[in-house]
C-alpha cells in the first residue's frame, strides 16, 4: 500500500465510527490463518467482563516508536489500571504482586515473540498501623513518609519456537514512581519521577508509575452509537484519568533480527498466578480497541485467554465486523463490501514496504520498522497522511489512531475516500520531550478550592473562626492542633451528653410500662 496523503480539511465529525475502526482492522490478523504458537495480543479500557472486575491486571494500550531524541533506540510504553481517578485512595494504584508483565518482540515475521521483558513487582509497607499512603509530604523514593512502595525486577527471556532458550535478569530491586497522591503530599512529583527512571546495563533505560492516559478518544460510542445523533461527540473521555505505565528504552540492535530485517512486532499481555502458583493469561494487547468493539458479548473473555493461532474462530467478526452495518443503518453511510481482505493486509501483516516484514504470517502485532527515523514534525495521521513513522508503523503517543483507523475500517483503501473522525485530536495534557515520554500524572489534589479560599492557603473549618489557618496567629500550628483538640473534645462532651440524656428518657420510658 502506498501511503496516502490526507489534509484532515474538512473532517466529518462522526464519532460513532470511533473503535470499530482499530477493532475490525486489528482483529483480523487473529483469524486470518493459524498462526504459529506465540502469545496473544488485544485489549483494551475494561472491553471484557472478566478482565474488567481485576483492573490491575487489564492492559489498556501499547505504543511502540523509534526514539525521537534517540533514534538508534526503540521506546516502548504499555499500560495498565484504567480509568485511575487520581485521588482514589487511600488505597492508591499499585501494580499486582501475582502477576508477570511481560512485553513480548517478534523480529522475523513468524507471529512467534523471540524476546520477552517480563517485569514482576512486589509491595512494601514501613507503617500496617496507619490508614495512609504517606504519612507526610514525600520528597524522594526512599523517604519514610512514604508507606506504600514498590520495587520489580526484569527478566530477558530469549525464545526459539515457544522455547525458552535463556533467562536473563537484567535489572533488580527498581523503584516504582508512587501515584501522584496531590500537592501536599508530593509538592514536587517530577522529582519523584525522574528518580523512578533507571539506566540499565547495555543502553537499556526503565520506568515503571503512574502517568496519565496518553489515549485520547470519545468512549460514549456505547450510548447507542452516540446518542443516535450525533450528540455527544468531541469529548476526551480519558481526560483527567491516569493509568499505570512501563516504559522501556532499547537499542535498535538489541530486538530487531538484523540492519538487513528491521522490522519487529510488539504486544503485551498480563499473566496472573492461581493459588496453585500456575500463571495463566488474562489479558493481551497489541492494536488498540480490538476486542472492545469488534468481538460480541460471547467472545470477549475467550479472546483475551486465546493464544493467536487458536483465533481463526474470530475471523468472522472481523471480515465481516457488526459496527459498519450499525453505522449504516443508524447514519446511512454505506457499509464496504465484505470480505474485508483489506483489513487482513494493513492491521495483520503490515504496510507493504513499510512495515511487513519478509515471509511475513498474519497476527495482530503492532509493527514497527526501527530503521524509519523519526520526524520533527509527526502529523496525527501517520501513514495516512504520508508519515511513515506514525501509525500503522508503530505507534507513537501522538497518533490519532482512532481517526486513522476508523478511516481504512469504512473503506478509505477500497475506494471510499472519507475524512471521518471522532472530533478528538490530541491528548489533553502535552507529552514529555524525553524518556518515558508520558505526561506525569494528574494530581489527586487537581479539583476547585473551598469555598471562601485563595491559592496557598488553608480551608477553615466548620468549627468556626476559632480554629485558625496552619500557622497564623501567636501559636502557630501548634495551637491550631490544640484548638482543633479542644474543639474535638467538646463535641466528643456534646455528643457523650446526649447519649446520657438518651438513656434517661429510655429508662423512664421502661419505668412506666
Sequence with gaps: MTPISRSGAGRRTL?????????????????????????????????????????QYDNTDVYAFVSPDKPDTTTIVANWIPFEEPAGGPNFYTFADDAQYDIHIDNNGDAQGELIYRYTFKTHRKNGDTFLYNTGPVTSLDDPDLNITQTYDIDLLRLHNQRLV???????????????????????YAKLRHHAISKLAGGTTTFAGQADDPFFLDLRVFDLL?????????????????????????????IRESEGQPIVGIWSTTQRRDARGHYSQVSR??????????????????????????????????????????????YKIKAPAEPRNDLVDVFLKGVKGLNQPPHVRPAEELRLNTSIKPTMHPKRLGVLDGDNAGFPNGRRLTDDVIDASLQVVEGELVGSKNDLGDAVDKNDKGFEKSFPYVAEPTSGSRGALAKGTTSGTDVRSQLGDALQPAGSGSGGSTDTVLIAGSAAAGAAGILLIGSGLLWWRRRMYNRAY
Excluded at 15 to 43: H, N, Q
Design 15 to 55: 464519532a460513532t465510527l470511533v473503535c470499530g475502526a482499530l477493532a475490525a482492522g486489528g482483529l483480523a490478523a487473529a483469524g486470518a490463518t493459524a498462526l504459529a504458537p506465540g502469545a496473544a495480543s488485544a485489549s483494551s479500557h475494561r472491553e471484557a467482563p472478566l478482565i474488567s472486575g481485576t483492573p
Design 226 to 254: 452516540y446518542g443516535g445523533n450525533l450528540s455527544e461527540v468531541g469529548r476526551d473521555t480519558l481526560k483527567g484519568y491516569n493509568v499505570n505505565s512501563i516504559a522501556l528504552q532499547v537499542p535498535n540492535d538489541m
Design 285 to 330: 494487547l497489541g492494536m488498540p480497541l480490538v476486542n472492545e468493539v469488534v468481538n460480541p458479548q460471547k467472545d470477549k473473555d475467550k479472546f483475551n485467554a486465546s493464544a493467536p493461532w487458536e483465533d481463526a474462530q474470530f475471523l468472522k467478526n472481523v471480515t465481516n465486523p457488526e459496527l459498519p452495518k450499525l453505522i449504516e443503518g443508524i
Design 166 to 188: 535463556s533467562k536473563t535478569k537484567v535489572a533488580d530491586d527498581v523503584p516504582v514512581a508512587p501515584s501522584n497522591v496531590g500537592k501536599a503530599s508530593m509538592p514536587d
